[in-house]
């Protein structure tokens, strides 16, 4: 996970960036409580555990539009909790695989038959069912008695809930009628009804309680409370539609052995159902779509299984999901609300994202305020305006997006929104690229105060002193953001000034948490040590759009020291200058590229950050020095013709390597023209310039160094 985003502070968390961590969170904590659970060796203390759930707790807070559907804080089994034992699934509890569209489940179907090479007329049955929005459960009974319950967890293991289920009245503590097997593991779906919900809901509200987001919230939470006798106040419900480890199974078909569940006295869902045909599966999800909002509970979709527990073993699994089943998920839930500004949130990277702040509404049981409007393109293409009556969709793991406008409902002289050509956080330029292949803009804006915008800065610290860049030791991103918060360094220019400022600091850097008068003194020097770096490193610490290590090293190349590249660059903001076609002129060095490192010297806080590097004592390096000992060191030398013992890149690498700057034209900046056979204009112009050429036969001596 990446400590820079971990560090940000939750209020400065952009849309984006809070559904990027929600589900890297996610992840990481998922990953935590397997080795807590499965394999007893957690790799994190509790506190940082903790710290992990409670980042995720923040964010959702901040923004709920973005809960996960497999949130850490949906997970109720999967918390190390203490409190409740653990539970080892004989049988894993698996998950299902989703399908959305007629296409998919007529897949699902076409699956079905390929695997197990029916033809289209074979008889062919499934069965098909609601999707119950609750959580699952398993509930083992021995001998007929209700002995263990436990929740899903992880689908491994999951966590003892024997005595709260025990509360549920549509849980048989014993089963009814003869023949029941010694061992028989019910799995189904605990959830809250809507009525209840709202019961509940009303109950928390009087006794000065928060209220409940959704019955699956409440139902989790309910479920998991350490007092059953609370538990027993919360009304739960349950449907079984499944099952675990059984001594014996008493039906050869899935809705034989689910009736049986009925007949032992559990509740089935009542709409519960055989397909014969991918026409009926089909007719049976729109019939449930239609009922889904008199059902009485939530729902998100039906369940269809083949009907034969044989076929069912022949199908087997796929990774975590059944072959033999699939989920075919209702689409996202949309609301209608209205859109009451638009505001710019700029991420990591310096991109601009509208983002609609909407009049709370809730969508699919979530209240929903924020919607990403993606660019600037998007709010044209949406012909969107502040005032509009919207329609906002919310869909799983997506961020909530706006469908469209409701233009009927538009107020009389509804604004366009005017997007911004300045950043919010830093008031530099935001510009929007050419693609000079297809001459389309880029949809996105970006700032280009990288420097000094607050919301690329920890981003661009971090970069400034990786290992390809400055490479200073004990200066990692842990660290860089913390600095950053705590406004000791702020701009790269302050990581060199860092020690003088200790000096007369009251909170001295040795006293700081995970620090201590050696670390500190090891991290002086190490900074020390890299107060002259090579220009190509310097240039790329810079975080220029565009210049990575390679054209860091081009531009270093060519320009030889820094103060004739600031020079050359500064020039180049007049597109009519030499110094602009000179830049352009420079072998891989594109329009794009240009433009983004003109500009980037066109930013005037960018000056001050590289006047203040210097200032401090910074120094880059000329790569000449480096590479002094070649002939061509430092001279600008042109390929033209075909080349019949080098590829052009190659001896254009070689070249570089030799320390030379590789031009694509001729100019009387020109030293070496290398000219293979059928060399045109550009030898004529040479030639005519005075400048030196040579055959590729003395280009290969002179690389080989001869
Ligand atoms: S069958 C091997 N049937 O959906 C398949 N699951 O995405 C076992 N669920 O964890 C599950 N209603 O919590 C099945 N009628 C239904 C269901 C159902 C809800 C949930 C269940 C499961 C999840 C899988």
């Not at 961020?399 to 406008?405: D, T």
């Not at 600008?636 to 030379?660: D, I, P």
């Amino acid at each position: 996970m990446s400590e820079a985003t971990e560090q940000k502070p939750v209020e400065e968390l952009t849309l984006e960036e809070a559904a990027e961590e929600l589900e890297r969170l996610a992840t990481a904590i998922g990953h935590h409580d397997k080795l807590y659970y499965q394999k007893d060796a957690p790799e994190v203390s509790d506190a940082e555990y903790d710290a992990l759930r409670q980042r995720n707790d923040a964010i959702e807070a901040r923004y709920p539009e973005l809960v996960r559907e497999d949130s850490p804080s949906h997970r109720v089994g999967a918390a190390p909790a203490e409190e409740f034992g653990k539970v080892r699934h004989a049988v894993p509890m698996l998950s299902l695989a989703n399908g959305f569209s007629e296409e998919d489940i007529r897949d699902f179907w076409q699956r079905i038959h390929r695997f197990l090479n029916l033809k289209e007329d074979d008889r062919l049955v499934l069965t098909a069912e609601p999707k119950i929005d609750g959580l699952s459960a398993s509930l083992r009974y021995e001998k007929g008695k209700f002995v263990l319950g436990a929740t899903r967890g992880d689908g491994r293991e999951g966590e003892n809930v024997t005595e709260n289920l025990r509360t549920i009245k549509s849980i048989p503590g014993t089963l009814k009628g003869k023949n029941i097997p010694d061992v028989f593991e019910v799995r189904g779906e605990v959830y809250m009804g809507h009525a209840d919900f709202e019961a509940l809901n009303e109950r928390q509200e009087k006794d000065g309680k928060p209220r409940f987001a959704n019955p699956r919230n409440a139902a989790a939470g309910s479920l998991r409370q350490l007092d059953p006798k609370v538990t027993a106040r919360r009304p739960l419900d349950f449907f079984a539609y499944a099952w675990g480890e059984v001594s014996e199974l008493p039906g050869e078909t899935q809705y034989d052995v689910v009736k049986t569940l009925e007949s032992w006295g559990f509740t089935v869902n009542e709409h519960f159902h055989r397909c014969d045909s991918v026409e009926e599966m089909l007719s049976f999800y729109r019939k449930i779509e239609e009922q889904r909002a008199s059902l009485g509970y939530d729902i998100d979709g039906v369940v269809y299984k083949v009907d034969s527990l044989s076929l069912q073993d022949r199908l087997g699994y796929v990774s975590r999901s059944p072959r033999w089943a699939l989920a075919h998920k209702f689409p996202a839930e949309q609301a209608t609300t209205v859109l009451e500004k638009i505001e710019i949130q700029v991420g990591r990277t310096g991109k601009l994202t509208p983002v609609a702040r909407l009049k709370p509404v809730t969508v699919g049981g979530v209240v929903v305020s924020n919607a990403t409007l993606h660019n600037e393109d998007e709010i044209d293409r949406l012909g969107v305006k502040l005032g509009d009556t919207v329609i906002v969709q919310r869909a799983g793991d997506v961020i909530p997006q706006i469908v469209r406008v409701v233009e009927e409902k538009r107020p009389k002289g509804a604004k366009k929104f005017k997007f911004p050509d300045r950043c919010p956080e830093c008031g530099s330029h935001a510009v929007r690229e050419v693609n000079p292949k297809t001459g389309k803009m880029d949809a996105d804006r970006r700032c280009t105060g990288g420097l000094v915008c607050p919301a690329q800065a920890v981003e661009r610290l971090r970069h400034f002193v990786s290992r390809n860049a400055f490479d200073i030791e004990g200066l990692g991103e842990k660290q860089i953001a913390a600095f950053y918060q705590d406004e000791l360094v702020q701009r790269p220019d302050e990581i060199f000034t860092l020690e003088e400022r200790d000096k007369s600091n009251l909170k001295k850097l040795k006293d700081r948490e995970g620090w201590g008068a050696t670390s500190v003194k090891n991290l002086f020097k190490a900074i020390d040590d890299r107060r002259e770096v090579s220009l190509d490193r310097f240039i790329f610490a810079l975080g220029i759009r565009h210049v990575g290590e390679t054209n860091a090293r081009l531009l270093a190349r060519s320009y030889g020291t820094l103060e004739n590249f600031e020079k050359q660059m500064l020039a180049a903001h007049d597109r009519e200058s030499g110094a602009w076609e000179e830049l352009l002129s420079i072998d891989g060095v594109g329009e794009v590229l240009a433009e983004s490192v003109v500009e980037f010297f066109d930013e005037k806080h960018n000056r001050e950050v590289l006047d203040a590097l210097k200032k401090a004592g910074v120094k880059a390096t000329p790569l000449e020095a480096q590479e002094a000992t070649s002939p061509i060191s430092g001279k600008t030398v042109v390929f033209t013709g075909s080349l019949e013992q080098m590829t052009r890149s190659e001896a254009k690498a070689k070249a570089e390597q030799m320390g030379a700057k590789v031009s694509g034209s001729v100019s009387a900046k020109t030293d070496l023209v290398v000219a293979g056979p059928g060399a045109g204009s550009k030898l004529t112009k040479a030639k005519e310039l005075g400048v030196e050429t040579i055959t590729e036969d003395e280009w290969m001596e002179m690389a080989r160094g001869n």
